[in-house]
């Protein structure tokens, strides 16, 4: 049998370039194996949005991405929709209840009490 050519060299022998090239499939294999392991929690995490858009089918890695990225701008979307309807809703009560203080100062600057006036304040405050 002809002798090996190939032998291992103890890490101290290794020029930093060669052990950069040793290390080079290690790190590759853990930066995919961490890509798998996010793609595998999103598609736990989206199960029920997979469901209602591809029933019964395999997915790709690619599917799940595209799903994901699919529900978030739709979550942030119906985000968007809330945060401007809360907005709206406050806008409008705080500007009523400016519009009654005015109104109330209004009404108080004349003594005399008219039916009118009585009738405006109990409209106002219910």
Known sequence: MAPSSVFLEPDNLLSPKEKNKLRKPVVEKMRRDRINSSIEQLKLLLEKEFQRHQ???K???ADILEVAVSYLKQQSQLQMRRSFH???QFDFREGYSRCLQEAFHFL???KVRTETQTKL???FQK
Do not use: C, F, T, V
């Open 86 to 88: 809360k907005n709206s």
């Open 59 to 61: 997915l790709e890695k």
């Open 55 to 57: 029933p019964n089918s």
């Open 108 to 110: 108080s600057l004349h």
């Open 121 to 123: 304040l109990s409209h």
